[in-house]
């Protein structure tokens, strides 16, 4: 949609409802794009990993990682998949996630190329010889519109 098209529809909005402040415009110019750019393996066991990402914001805008409740589960996600092949299909399992916390910095605000190191625990028992990938996949429950939806998965592979 073009500015004018944004304009026509705020006014609708607007004329319908009698409140402008309930809704907002994002240009599609300026979104964040999240992507996991870096796992490392800190502590193994034989059924559990503990591993330690790097999220960062490579779009263009900024990106809100918390939800409208204090709660942190309608915060971004992060999942963990165990998959035959480093891209991530229908029949990954997934085996583990966690909500990024509440106490993120900058008031749950991830800047364009600014970055965010977080940890989480993996539940391994699922692993075989022929499902040893791990692919961690951002924003999987779609709450955060981005300007690339496609690259959201990183993996890594388990020996």
């Not at 240009?27 to 992507?35: R, Y």
């Not at 998959?83 to 909500?99: A, E, M, Q, V, Y």
């Not at 364009?112 to 940890?119: A, M």
């Not at 961690?136 to 020996?159: C, R, T």
């Amino acid at each position: 949609m073009n500015r004018f098209t944004y304009i026509i529809f705020f006014l609708l909005f607007f004329t319908l409802t009698g409140n402008a402040s309930t809704y907002y415009f994002v240009e599609s110019d300026s979104l964040p794009d999240f992507v996991i750019t870096d796992i490392e393996v800190i502590k193994r066991k034989k059924n559990v990993a503990c591993i330690k990402y790097t999220l960062k914001n490579e779009g263009t805008g900024d990106g809100n990682v918390l939800g409208i409740n204090n709660s942190s589960k309608d915060n971004l996600t992060i999942r963990a998949y165990l998959s035959g092949d480093k891209k991530l299909n229908r029949g990954d399992l997934l085996i583990d996630g966690t909500f990024l916390p509440n106490n993120f910095p900058n008031d749950g605000v991830l800047k364009p190329d600014q970055t965010f190191v977080g940890e989480m625990k993996i539940d391994l028992r699922l692993k075989t010889k022929f499902i040893n990938i791990l692919i961690l996949n951002v924003d999987d429950l779609g709450k955060i519109k981005e300007s690339n939806e496609a690259n959201n998965f990183f993996p890594i592979i388990f020996y």
